[in-house]
Structure formats: C-alpha cells, structure tokens
C-alpha cells in the first residue's frame, strides 16, 4: 500500500473514531510525510472514580483522545483510575500531546522507552498547569510491556500515588510470529498498594483526599534540590502528619490494600486455556514475591526489555517498583473451578520502620499478602504451546565495554536524611565526570547497596532505573553480613533478559551493561521507590557526543 493510501485510511478511522467518541472530526490532515502515525492528546487531571462502596475516590488520571491511527491504538485503560493503555507497533511514528490539567507542574517519562532527552519527560521539561508538552518520536523498541508516568521533580510520588500512570505496549514482527495468547487472553495486572481513610480517599504522607486539589504551591511544594534535614519534602511532609509521614516522606510510601488494575475486585474468571499475564508493579515503594497458592511454577516469557530468549520457570518471582514481568500460564492445567491464587510471599530484607521512629506499616514491606485470584473456568482445556524460543537476544559482551576491567561504582547513600548517589542528591541540570559517557559506547556500572555510607547504617532494598536505554545485568554479589536476607529473594530474580530496572538488595552489588547509542543528551538514573527518587536518590548522567 503506498503511503498517501495508507495516510488517507488511518485519517478516515481517526475520523470514525473522533465522531464515536462525540468530538469534532479533524480537519485536513497534515502534509504527507510529515503526519505520525499515531496522534494522541494525553490529558492529566483531578477525577473521582468508585473504588471502594460508598464515597468516591478523588483521583488524579490520564485522560487520551486519538487524533488519528488505528482507534486500537488506544485503549480504555487496565481499569479503575489507571490511564489508557496506549498500543503501538515497533517502527511507529507517534505524536502525544500532554496537556496538563492538574494544579501543579508534571511532566510525563515513558519508561523504557528509547527516545531523545527532549521526549523522555526529564523534570527540566515540566509544564505548569494549563501548559502542554509534545512529544514526538519513532517506537525504537523491541515489543515489550513498558509504560508512562509523571516525573517532575520532587512531585512523582505524590503524582503517581494519586493515579496518573498507564501502560505503553510495543509489539513487532518477531513477537507476532510467536502466536502468543493475545486479544482477551493476553492481560495486563497492574500492581499497586493504597491505603484508605474513612471516607474512600487515598492516603499519602499523612494527608488523603488532595488527590484532585488543594495541591497548589504549597510552602515545600516542590521540594529542594538536593535536599537536607529540613528541605523539600521532608519539612513538609513533617508538616502535614507528623513523625510517621515524615519517616514514610523518605523510606516509601506502602499501602495496606492492594490494588490489581486500578480495582479492588479480588479476582476474575479465566477460561482453560493460555494466557499471556503481563505484570507491572507500578507501586510507590513496595517489592513483590510472587507466587502461585499451590507452588507451582511461574513461567516468565519476558521482562522490562521484551521476550526472553526462551521461557523460563520460577518457584517465586521478585518485582521491584516499575519492574515488568510477563507470564505465560495455561489455565487449563488446573480442574475447572479451582480457585487459583497469587500470591505475595513473605521476605526478608524489605523496606522495615519497625525499628524507626515511624512504626510499622499495617503491611510492612516484605509480608505476605493475596494479590489476585483465577477462577478457572468450566469446559474442556484449550491445549496452548509454549514456544521454546521466544527471541533473538545476544549474549551481553562485558568485555566489549569501554570499562570493562573498571566498573564505574555508583553507592546509594544515605545522609541526615537524605538519600544521594556516591553522596550527591539530585542536581537538576548537573551530571558529573563519572556520569559522563560517550555515545556509542558500552559501559559497566556497579550499584552498591552495603549501607557503608549510610545514617546509622541502616540499608534497605532499591530499585535502581535507568532512563533512555535497556541494559543486561551481568553480575551479583551480596555482603555475608545479609546472605540469609538475600536467600528469601534470590530465586525469584529474572537476570537473563533486557532490564531497565533492578532490584538492588541491602547488601549486594549489582553490576549491568549498558550501550549509549542514538541520542546525546541528559538522562535520569534513579531508585524507582518514589519516595527514595523524591528525596534524592535520583542524578543525571550526560550522553556526550
Ligand atoms: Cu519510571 Cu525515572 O522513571
Ligand atoms: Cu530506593
């Protein structure tokens, strides 16, 4: 099909589609050649949506409306208050247009995704309310479950706290080939944890229901760069609930109930056949063990970069905040009408104030926990093969690295309360020597979590992200002094595939392989528990050409 045919289809199905949702057809469509493939208005605001009987839950979520492409492109959205699930085919051009509806500046990051600094939703690019962001660039990935939440600076805690988060999903020819359940049978979960005040609203740092107002530029609002006893969010968490929040402004958010999608439904019906589970932790702080009730295994297909090579098994799997994971489980293993549960089992080592000034979570980090049961169907099982061979991936190179006999180390530090990199909090345009790097190049980062420079020694597991890029994990190590803690995770680590986000254990080095390719320019790298990146676990790193 030649492109003006094919240009001329996809603006008549934006049309159908603008007419469907009751908005005004476009008018002419851009110059051939110019016009991206998908064109979508990405809109955040104050909502309320019922999520518990009773009142309504004041909300912040995204909002989308299709411009023009395919109106499959866009979906309603996991469920709940989460934001649409934005589908996309690798090769795409895309167009997304933010408009800030919120009472405070945000910005939006597509995690995982491969795009020029000036798309990646760095906080220096935050817009005020009522400004609006474009976004423009070509689906470089390979296909993958990635996703989209706000960044700005000192605010993505409370921003995606409240509901502004959504999937992104990327699908290509060699995933396509596969016949992977799809359609109904290929499910996203999204994992989060709130906890709810008397009146259905959520609770965050102390204060619940601002969800959809009073925001405003508050005394702290912001927070400060860099941090300190008293500064950014800190001082005003300390404000608004005491003692405790202000512990929670700094260790993580947690929350005692847990949602799947945006819902409190505890389960669904599945029919007896595969399905393709694609899961997302997209909680402020909290790590999950997951695990099927009965011990079998899970089948892990892929993770934050794509498709595993192959399929592997797992007794339990580990998922940090903003990690990805997805499943391939055939339902008809199991008699119809089994009640099917997974579960989060206990571990040690997690985020624990039990010592702390704060007190203890109502669910600490690290107990066990239902998070979404299966009803299995009645009917005869649907056999579903599992392909053996899922992806081409090359075997990370180590030793083709620019540093491969010197990993650059970066240790997560605590000072008075406040978290750096090698010490250093967040400095909004700076990046320094060490986080230079060239592009083209291949380097070998080093995370240490040994809590050697930290307040009181206390160490606690991170989540380590970097923007921009996907990279292998190709080593670990863990300190004795925490071996029996990192035994209750340990097996549940998926290492063999594309990672954008780690799981740093207290006590262990992670070491991973990155390649800067494509675009110069400056980046985040950053602990995803969102309290930790707001009170300054978070640097650049610069691409320099
Ligand atoms: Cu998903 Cu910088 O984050
Ligand atoms: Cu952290």
């Known amino acids: 099909m030649d492109t003006r045919r094919r240009n001329l289809l ?38 309320r949506v019922a999520i518990r009987p009773g009142a309504t839950t004041q909300v912040w979520r995204y909002r989308s409306r299709l411009l023009r492409g395919d109106a499959a492109a866009l979906e309603a959205g996991a469920g709940g208050y989460l934001g649409p699930v934005i589908r996309v085919r690798a090769g795409q051009r895309v167009r997304i247009d933010l408009v800030n509806g919120l009472p405070e500046s945000t910005i939006v990051h597509w995690h995982g995704l491969h795009v020029p600094d000036t798309m990646d939703g760095h906080p220096r690019f935050a817009i005020a309310p009522a400004g609006r962001y474009e976004y423009e660039f070509t689906v470089a990935n390979r296909a993958g479950s990635y996703w989209f939440h706000p960044h700005p600076h000192g605010r993505t805690g409370k921003q995606v706290h409240a509901g502004l988060a959504g999937l992104f999903l990327i699908s290509d020819d060699e995933e396509a080939a596969l016949g992977l359940p799809d359609g109904a049978h290929d499910l996203p979960l999204v994992l989060q944890d709130r906890t709810f005040d008397a009146d259905n609203q959520f609770v965050y740092l102390g204060s619940s229901g601002d969800g959809a107002g009073k925001q405003g530029g508050g005394m702290m609002g912001g927070g ?40 409190l439904q505890p389960g669904r019906e599945v029919e007896r056949r595969a399905y393709r589970l694609r899961l997302l932790n997209a909680s402020n702080t909290r790590t999950y063990k997951l695990a099927w009730n009965d011990a079998s295994p899970l089948t892990v297909i892929g993770t934050d970069g794509g498709l595993l090579a192959a399929p592997v098994q797992r007794d339990y799997l580990m998922l940090a905040p903003a990690e990805r994971a997805d499943l391939w489980v055939d339902f008809g293993r199991w008699p119809p009408g089994t009640e099917l549960t997974l579960r989060s089992l206990a571990f040690e080592g997690g985020m624990d104030m039990g010592g702390m000034m704060g007190g203890r979570a109502a669910l600490p980090d690290g107990a066990a926990f239902a998070v979404h049961s299966f009803r299995v169907g009645a009917g005869a099982a649907k056999a579903g093969t599992l392909p053996r061979r899922l992806s081409a991936i090359p075997a990370p190179e180590p030793r083709l690295a620019v540093n491969a006999e010197r990993p650059k180390v970066f240790e997560l530090t605590m000072g008075m309360m406040v978290w750096g990199i090698n010490g250093a909090g967040f400095d909004m345009l700076g990046a320094s020597e060490l986080e230079t790097v060239k592009l ?22 991170h989540s380590m992200h970097v923007h921009g890029v996907q990279f292998r994990v190709i080593g670990r190590s863990v300190s004795n002094k925490f071996s029996n803690e990192y035994g209750t995770v340990s097996a549940g680590l998926v290492d063999e595939g594309w990672k954008d986000t780690v799981l740093v254990m207290p006590g262990e080095r992670v070491r991973i392989l990155l390649r800067f390719a494509d675009y110069p320019g400056l980046f985040l790298y950053h602990c995803h528990m969102l309290e930790h990146e707001d009170s300054g676990l978070m640097r650049n790193y610069r691409v320099k050409a």
């Open 224 to 263: 400060m760069m860099g941090g300190g006893m008293m500064g950014g969010r800190t001082g005003r968490s300390m404000m608004g609930g005491g003692m405790g929040s202000m512990m929670a402004g700094m260790m993580g958010v947690l929350g005692d109930q847990i949602l799947v999608n945006g819902s």
């Open 440 to 461: 083209g190049t291949q380097e070998v980062w080093e995370f240490r979590n040994d809590g050697r420079r930290s307040m009181m020694g206390m160490v606690m597991p």
């Open 10 to 47: 996809i603006g008549s199905s934006a049309a159908a589609a603008a007419a469907a949702i009751g908005l005004p057809a476009l008018g002419a469509p851009a110059k051939r050649g110019n016009a991206p493939d998908l064109h979508i208005e990405l809109h955040a605001g104050p909502d």
